[in-house]
């Protein structure tokens, strides 16, 4: 079995910084791509970012410049540095990852989420 598990989360004021983590653990061969996306209240769910195993990153246009998304492979675990935290990143934070679990299954795996919430 493979878990997948976020933290970090929480209550920060405009301007300030969280970083989250996301760390898979159990029976896993390799993991490709990981990624965080959010969904907001009444929103669609939107990309933040998605990191390859290379190390090959993408961000979504509206926190290029302010969010960081790095990895460490040989933790399985990859993180959102986010700064410059705005109310409109008040969201649910979720992790992804294309996990090649040992045997060669591939499943597309989500984190049950973590709150971000960014006061005025």
């Known amino acids: 079995q493979v878990q997948l598990v976020e933290s970090g989360g929480g209550l920060m004021r405009a301007g300030g910084s969280l970083r989250l983590s996301c760390a898979a653990s159990g029976s896993i061969f390799s993991i490709n791509a990981m990624g965080w996306y959010r969904q907001a209240p009444g929103k669609q769910r939107e990309l933040v970012a998605t990191i390859t195993r290379g190390g090959i990153t993408n961000y979504g246009d509206s926190v290029k410049g302010r969010f960081t998304i790095s990895r460490d492979n040989g933790k399985n675990t990859v993180y959102l540095q986010m700064n410059s935290l705005k109310p409109e990143d008040t969201a649910v934070y979720y992790c992804?990852?294309?996990?090649?679990?040992?045997?060669?299954?591939?499943?597309?795996?989500w984190g049950q989420g973590t709150q971000v919430t960014v006061s005025s």
């Open positions: 992804s990852a294309d996990v090649i679990a040992r045997g060669g299954s591939l499943y597309y795996m």
